[in-house]
């Protein structure tokens, strides 16, 4: 057994918690932390280091880590002011895209993978902090006291446990809670989102389609989409932008037969997805092909009527 002093802690206020009002935040692939958010964990880094450092936990020589979520790594960057390595296991409840890293699937929280690979990386005596998500960390609550815990843990709440590690387990020796204590600050809270009925717009366009289990428009995702299986691209990339614009859809270079990665619905997605983007761009085609419709009728009534005579 290796025993050390692990601090877990719940990451700053993010863009997901920001736009749950909006109702569009899981809708955010992987988001980071707001304005108030990286302010606050600046603001409270020297506060929380000297209170760590009080009772036992080596901060200077710590190892920080966190899950693979930008808005726990941002957390520890600002809060502890090094880059974290990112540990397995340790990740966020719900397969939906704020809980999914960039250009990667959803993993689910494992517990056994994340001590396999944290003992791996440390020896007796160490000390070890590990930003990451309220809900699992909820979840980790009778493991790590021995009784669940009321409420959901705050931003930048956490808990110091001295443990025995293994790579199959660990053994509680003693725990101390840490509620947030930083101060309040008059900061405008913003996510650099330029237009949020656009967003809500597009969220909601894609609800009736499917796409890797994601309610979103399939031309938002990869090129032959329509064809294959698929699972989102990133957003929240490319200049600030959290939705970047529909891709071209060429139609895949595969078809496939697959019930289950059927396109669902009478439209294209990749249609649907190019109209919202170019809609006034469409209209010429449009009217063009409505002509030819009308025009190849008209041709074949007359020909019709040829044959009757």
Same mark, same amino acid.
């Given at each position: 057994?290796?025993?050390?002093k692990?601090?877990?802690?719940?990451?700053?206020?993010?863009? @997901?918690?920001?736009? $749950?009002?909006?109702e569009?935040? @899981?809708? &955010?692939?992987?988001p980071?932390?707001t304005?108030?958010?990286?302010?606050?964990?600046?603001?409270?880094?020297?506060?929380l280091?000297?209170?760590l450092?009080?009772?036992?936990?080596?901060? /200077?020589?710590?190892? &920080? *880590?966190?899950?693979?979520?930008?808005?726990a790594?941002?957390?520890?960057?600002?809060?502890?002011? $090094?880059?974290?390595?990112?540990?397995?296991?340790?990740?966020?409840?719900?397969? &939906?895209?704020?809980?999914?890293p960039l250009?990667?699937?959803?993993?689910?929280?494992?517990?056994?993978?994340?001590?396999?690979?944290l !003992?791996?990386?440390?020896?007796?005596?160490? @000390?070890?902090?590990?930003?990451?998500?309220?809900?699992?960390? /909820?979840?980790?609550?009778?493991?790590l006291?021995?009784?669940?815990?009321? !409420?959901?843990?705050?931003?930048?709440?956490?808990?110091? *446990?001295?443990?025995?590690?293994?790579?199959?387990?660990?053994?509680?020796?003693?725990?101390?809670?840490?509620?947030?204590?930083?101060?309040s600050?008059?900061?405008?809270d913003?996510c650099?989102?330029?237009?949020?009925?656009?967003?809500?717009?597009?969220?909601?366009?894609?609800?009736?389609?499917?796409?890797?289990?994601?309610?979103?428009?399939?031309?938002?995702?990869?090129?032959?989409?329509?064809?294959?299986?698929?699972?989102?691209?990133?957003?929240?990339? +490319?200049?600030?932008?959290?939705?970047?614009?529909?891709l071209? %859809?060429? =139609?895949?270079?595969?078809?496939? +037969? /697959?019930?289950?990665?059927?396109?669902?619905?009478?439209?294209?997605?990749?249609?649907?997805?190019?109209?919202?983007?170019n =809609?006034?761009?469409?209209?010429?085609?449009?009217?063009?092909?409505?002509?030819?419709?009308?025009?190849? %009728?008209?041709?074949?009534?007359?020909?019709?009527?040829? $044959?009757?005579?």
């Open positions: 057994m290796t025993r050390i692990l601090f877990l802690m719940r990451h700053s206020k993010s863009c @997901s918690n920001y736009l $749950r009002n909006l569009i935040s @899981s809708h &955010i692939r992987d980071g932390l304005e108030y958010g990286r302010k606050a964990a600046l603001s409270y880094g020297p506060e280091r000297n209170r450092q009080a009772v036992g936990f080596n901060v /200077r020589d710590a190892l &920080i *880590c966190s899950s693979t979520l930008r808005r790594q941002d957390t520890a960057r600002f809060v502890f002011g $090094r880059e974290p390595r990112v540990l397995p296991g340790f990740a966020e409840n719900g397969s &939906i895209p704020e809980n999914t250009e990667k699937v959803y993993e689910r929280p494992n517990m056994n993978v994340f001590m396999k690979n !003992h791996s990386l440390v020896a007796t005596g160490d @000390s070890v902090s590990v930003v990451g998500h309220g809900s699992y960390l /909820r979840s980790l609550w009778p493991l006291t021995g009784a669940p815990k009321e !409420h959901p843990l705050k931003n930048m709440e956490g808990i110091l *446990c001295d443990v025995e590690l293994s790579t199959t387990g660990l053994r509680v020796l003693s725990f101390k809670e840490f509620p947030y204590t930083g101060p600050m008059n900061v405008p913003t650099e989102i330029e237009d949020t009925e656009k967003i809500a717009r597009l969220s909601n366009m894609g609800k009736n389609q499917s796409g890797g289990g994601v309610n979103m428009p399939l031309a938002y995702f990869k090129d032959g989409a329509q064809m294959q299986g698929t699972f989102a691209e990133p957003t929240g990339v +490319q200049g600030g932008a959290w939705f970047r614009p529909a071209t %859809q060429s =139609g895949g270079k595969r078809r496939t +037969q /697959r019930r289950e990665r059927r396109q669902r619905g009478g439209f294209s997605p990749s249609v649907m997805g190019s109209f919202a983007v =809609g006034l761009r469409l209209v010429p085609v449009a009217a063009y092909m409505g002509y030819k419709m009308y025009s190849g %009728q008209k041709t074949r009534k007359a020909t019709r009527r040829k $044959r009757k005579n």
